[in-house]
Every structure is written in structure tokens, then in C-alpha cells.
């Protein structure tokens, strides 16, 4: 493992608000042990995964995947679980040097099965298990489920099991020392003075920018789970024609909450409203525009923000804020031949 990076409870002594906050969250545990003990509500049912063509089994306090009978009896234990179970949960099973996916993921608050997102559609990496992913591949898919990942290999250390302190502020060993040693130079960037542009780069990282969607498949229109990409393209602007930040609204330590006052006086900050209850830097970067002229006072989300279904390829209900924010009527987005291939704009 890097040794530049501490891990969470070094950082607890002196950010113990934000820690507590962030422990637990659904960053928190985006990756964890495929063990009883370790996944809690988000435990796999044992049994037959319907559609699947193999079954669970418990093993002690870990699981493992089972296919066909006698001589052609395959077995597969079970390493990881990628997602917090929110919405879903992929599990993985770690082979050397290849990750393998699931094709079928367990969504808790449905008690469901369903194909997992990105293999509704069959590839040449494609086994009866799930999807094989090489080295390169499966250290990108863990690396936005961890905080660190080893030097080498896809063993991580549980100490960097789900995205920590340093998956956004960076490692923290020289920080820390700086600190104690009462250096001027505390050796890490303060985030809050990341213009809106460089933050929404930050998240993209996991949560995808514009560079990261691929614009000539049906991910184009997925500007309600790529949410970075989406406020790049969006028309709401700062008085620096920087996009909105994803800190705008949501407070990165905590879970995302589905109270809609609080982004809507966001909203009433520029069109209109007053700035109590705005955090400091959305009230700097903030530029007066127009009152809403249907409903100047609420309502902002359901109409600009309308809900999308999340995994449209399955029968998945849940749906999340579209984030391409957009008059009633338009929101899907198409090539711009004249801006270049990775800008968009309104249909």
C-alpha cells in the first residue's frame, strides 16, 4: 500500500465532526468484505439467483458461487461487495490477477436480482459467472469503492476499504506530520478554494465527467447517475460561468439527504431568493438571475430536476434527480458537431 496514505482514524483527532459524519455513510461503504458479518442488510440471499444459471452458498461467514453438478461443478468464492446497498450491490470474486463481476447484483431495499449495470448487454468477457475484468481493468473498478489501492494487485487493505478522507483530500502522512510539527506548509490543498469547474473534476473521478461518457452510445443521456458531466452542461452557471458544484448542494461527509428545501434555497439564491442557509462559498459564487415565473418559491427540483428511472435496462424502480437541469420539456442531450465531440447541448 502507498505508505503516503494514513487511513480515516488518523484523521479523527482533529476532525472529528466531519469523521463522524463520514463514518458509516454510504461512501463510507462502498466496499466491503463479502462476509455476513461485514454486509449487514446488504447479505445476499443464499440459494438460486434467478436467471442466472448458478447459485449462492454460505461458507463459514463468507459465500461463494456455485454452478452445475459432479465432474462439472465449478465454485467461485465470493471477495468484495462493491456499493453501499442504498440502490444495489455487485459482488466480486478476486482470481490472481482478474477481478470477475457478477452479472447479477442484489438490490436490498427491493429484495431483488438484477443484471448488473453495464452487462445488460453480453461481451467477449462475458463468463458464466459474470464479467471478467484484467488487472488494469479491476483496479479501476476498486479504485472508486477504496481509498487506496496496493502498489500492486487487487488485495486491498482493509483500512482503505470504502471512499475515505483521502480519496478527496489526498494522502495525509506528510499533513499529519506537518501538524504536529507546526509547519506553515500543512502539505494539503483546501478544497473550498477549488473553483466549481475543478471540484465537479474531483467527483467525476467516480461520478464521471464528460471526458468519462462515452456520447455516441445511450450513456449520453444518463445525466441522472453521472451527475458531474451533467452540471458541465447544464445552463445554471456561477457569476463566473463556472458550472454549479456538486458542494452546491450536498455536504460530501454525509449522505445525500432527500430533504428538497435545502436545494432549493440554492436555487432561490440565484433566481430570486435570499442567501440564509447558503454555505459561504455557494453565496460568493452565486449570480443573480430571474424568479422562476411559475413557482418562484418551491417546486424547483420536480420540475428542473425531473427523476429518471436509474437502471432503465432493468425493472429496477428506483429513480434519482437528473442533474442536467433543464426547463420542463428538454433534458436530453446530443452531440455538438460544432463545439467538439465531448460538449453537448439541449435537444
Known amino acids: 500500500m502507498d505508505p503516503a496514505f494514513a487511513g480515516n482514524d488518523a484523521c479523527l483527532p482533529c476532525h472529528e465532526r ?67 446497498g442504498k440502490l444495489g450491490v455487485t459482488y466480486v470474486s478476486i482470481t490472481g490477477e482478474q477481478l470477475m463481476e457478477t452479472k447479477m447484483s442484489y438490490f436490498p431495499p427491493y429484495k431483488l436480482w438484477e443484471k448488473t449495470p453495464g452487462q445488460e448487454v453480453h461481451t467477449e468477457n462475458d463468463r458464466p459467472f459474470g464479467r471478467e475484468h484484467p488487472t488494469t481493468e479491476g483496479r479501476m473498478c476498486l479504485g472508486c469503492h477504496t481509498t487506496a489501492l496496493p502498489v500492486q494487485g487487487l488485495q486491498v487493505a482493509r483500512s482503505f476499504y470504502g471512499v475515505g478522507c483521502e480519496s478527496c483530500h489526498g494522502p495525509g502522512k506528510a499533513h499529519i506530520e506537518a501538524v504536529k510539527s507546526a509547519s506553515s506548509d500543512l502539505k494539503m490543498e483546501k478544497l473550498g478554494k477549488r473553483p466549481p469547474s475543478r471540484l465537479n473534476e474531483m467527483c467525476g473521478k467516480c461520478h464521471r465527467t464528460a471526458n468519462a461518457v462515452d456520447l455516441d452510445t445511450p450513456e449520453v443521456n444518463l445525466t441522472h447517475r453521472f451527475q458531474p458531466y451533467a452540471l458541465q452542461r447544464s445552463s445554471c452557471r456561477t457569476k463566473d460561468n463556472e458550472p454549479l458544484s456538486c458542494l452546491f448542494c450536498h455536504d460530501p461527509h454525509q449522505n445525500v439527504s432527500d430533504d428538497k428545501p435545502p436545494y432549493e434555497r440554492v436555487c432561490k439564491s440565484c433566481h430570486g431568493g435570499a442567501l440564509e442557509g447558503i454555505n459561504a462559498a455557494t453565496r460568493a459564487a452565486v449570480r443573480t438571475s430571474k424568479p422562476c415565473p411559475v413557482s418562484p418559491k418551491q417546486n424547483c427540483i420536480q420540475c428542473h430536476m425531473r427523476p429518471k428511472t436509474v437502471f432503465p435496462l432493468t425493472s429496477v424502480p428506483a429513480k434519482m434527480a437528473d442533474h442536467l437541469i433543464s426547463p420542463p420539456g428538454m433534458g436530453t442531450m446530443r452531440k455538438n458537431p460544432t463545439l467538439g465531440p465531448a460538449v453537448n447541448t439541449f435537444k
Not at 462502498?30 to 461485514?38: C, K, M, V
Not at 447459485?55 to 461487495?81: H, P, S, T
Open 18 to 84: 466531519e469523521y463522524k459524519a463520514h463514518h458509516n455513510s454510504f461512501h463510507d461503504t462502498s466496499l466491503r468484505p463479502a462476509t455476513i458479518s461485514g454486509l449487514g442488510p446488504a447479505t445476499p440471499p443464499t440459494g438460486v439467483v434467478p436467471l442466472a444459471g448458478y447459485a449462492i452458498d454460505a461458507k463459514g461467514e463468507g459465500f461463494e458461487l456455485r454452478r452445475g453438478e459432479g465432474d462439472a461443478l465449478e465454485k467461485r468464492q465470493l471477495n468484495y461487495a462493491l456499493g453501499s
